[in-house]
C-alpha cells in the first residue's frame, strides 16, 4: 500500500537536472531568444505549461537542450522544426494547419458565427 502511495513522488529520475535546464546563457542575446522559444513550447509531460514554466524533469532537459543548441548557433526555427519531429505538433502552442489541427483552428470560427447568429435572434426588433 505504501509503495502505491509513493508511486507519483517517483515519476521524475533521481538524477540531478541537466546542466544547462535551469541556469541561463552567459549572452543575454543568446537567453532572450532561448527564452522566447522555450515559451512557445509546450511541455509534454504537463501539458498546459510552457517548457519555460514548468518544473518536471522533461522540461528542464527540453530546456537543457534549447539552451545547448542556441549556444552552439543554431536558428530558433530549426530547433522548433527538431521538437516537432521527435514530439509532434502538439509540443507548439501555434500548430499548423491542417487535417489533424483543423478543429482547433476552426472550432473558435464556428463558435463566434453560432454567437452572432444567437445575439442577432435575441437583439432583432420583433415584425408585426
Known amino acids: 500500500m505504501l509503495l502505491l502511495l509513493a508511486s507519483p513522488a517517483s515519476a521524475d529520475s533521481r538524477l540531478p537536472p541537466a546542466a544547462l ?6 549572452d543575454p542575446a ?3 531568444s532561448a527564452k522566447a522559444l522555450m515559451e512557445t513550447l509546450r511541455c509534454v509531460v504537463c501539458q498546459g505549461q510552457s517548457i519555460a514554466d514548468s518544473d518536471a524533469e522533461m522540461a528542464g ?10 549556444q552552439a548557433g543554431e ?6 522544426n527538431w521538437l516537432v519531429q521527435r514530439y509532434g505538433d ?6 499548423p494547419l491542417g487535417w489533424s489541427t483543423a478543429p ?10 453560432l454567437g452572432l447568429l444567437l445575439a442577432r ?3 432583432a426588433k420583433p415584425r408585426h
Open 21 to 26: 535546464a535551469y541556469t541561463q546563457l552567459p
Open 30 to 32: 543568446q537567453e532572450a
Open 61 to 70: 532537459d527540453m530546456r537543457a537542450l534549447v539552451r545547448q543548441r542556441i
Open 75 to 80: 536558428a530558433p526555427s530549426e530547433i522548433r
Open 90 to 95: 502538439y509540443v507548439s502552442y501555434d500548430p
Open 104 to 113: 482547433l483552428w476552426l472550432t473558435p470560427l464556428l463558435l463566434l458565427g
Open 121 to 123: 435572434r435575441a437583439f
